[in-house]
């Protein structure tokens, strides 16, 4: 079994990105993120505290612009319209979840798509699915940089993706039909979901469900990648794949934590970065 280390990945991209930024110096164009985030969510707080820790990092200018959840819907997509504007900026990030006063495909649909690192705005969804270039969303671009580094070729496999949302499964699918796999999408309403994974090269999971992956689901040598992350009674951190008995099993495996997770932030770095190189053109 070979374990997929993502920490070890994502410093190595970081110090790839953090010798771009050094380039990029001479041409006066420093790269700039902008996070918003609104509430008191502790995970969400932690989320935007690594993601900023990350930027200084690289070199890159970072601001986080928090607000109180009493924030009206109106407030948030000024502050938005300003970043838009604002040439210092080269990426904007709405942290999720938002409060639920607030319309949060309304919010994402005023983010400029050029500053778009997150991936979430219909217009890099849409050309995401068409397989043109755009920012795709941070979690899935991870994944598919783990299998181009560990070189798991990925045509004409079967690979099952556990979860549909449009942060993490939705677009993972679509990244990996651009790259011919033959996917199958499960989630909460699929009838016979260990039907699918067994049948799998691949599964990919991101439900936020602990040890929902067991080890009689998956084929010999097969490959987990668990982008889950809980929190279980004991402070003790999981993924969705139950990792004791799957890494007997498979071929590859990712850790949790040290798997996915450090490589989202990687993917925003490198989407910010790509997006302030835009400038020199
Ligand atoms: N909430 C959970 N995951 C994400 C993410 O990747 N980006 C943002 N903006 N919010 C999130």
């Known amino acids: 079994m070979t374990l997929i280390d993502g920490k070890k990945l994502s410093n190595k ?7 771009e930024v050094e380039s990029l110096k001479p041409k006066g164009i420093v790269p700039g993120l902008a996070v918003i985030l609104v509430g008191d969510d502790p995970a969400s707080h932690t989320y935007v505290s690594m993601k900023e820790k990350s930027c200084k990092k690289v070199g890159f200018y970072s601001i986080v612009h928090k607000m109180p959840d009493t924030i009206t819907q109106d407030e948030i997509i000024e502050t938005i319209e ?6 210092r900026i080269d990426g904007i990030l709405v942290q999720l979840p938002l409060p639920k006063h607030i319309d949060t495909t309304k919010i994402l649909e005023v983010i400029d798509p050029k500053k778009d690192v997150d991936g979430f705005h219909p217009y890099n969804m849409g050309r995401l699915v068409e397989g043109l270039d755009a920012f795709a969303p941070c979690t899935p671009l991870g994944v598919m940089e783990m299998f181009k580094e560990y070189k798991i ?5 079967d690979i ?8 993490v499964g939705k677009p993972m699918a679509a990244l990996l ?3 011919n796999a033959t996917v199958t999408v499960t989630h909460i309403y ?3 979901l260990s039907s699918h994974t067994k049948k799998a090269d691949i599964v990919i999971v991101g439900v936020g469900v602990p040890s929902l992956i067991k080890e009689d689901m998956v084929k010999d040598e097969a490959i987990v990648i668990d982008i ?6 004991s402070g003790k951190l999981v993924g969705d794949a139950d990792f004791e008995t799957l890494s007997k099993k498979c071929s590859y495996i990712t850790p949790v934590p040290g798997g996915v997770g450090p490589m989202t932030i990687a993917m925003l770095l490198k989407n910010t970065l790509k997006a302030a190189q835009r400038r020199v053109k």
């Open 13 to 19: 991209i970081e110090d790839e990105i953090s010798k």
């Open 82 to 87: 300003m970043m838009n504007n604002n040439p």
């Open 153 to 157: 070729d990925l045509e004409g496999k």
């Open 160 to 167: 099952c993706v556990v979860g549909a949302s449009n942060i």
């Open 177 to 179: 039909l651009n790259a």
């Open 190 to 192: 699929t009838k016979d």
């Open 228 to 233: 889950g992350i809980n929190k279980l009674e």
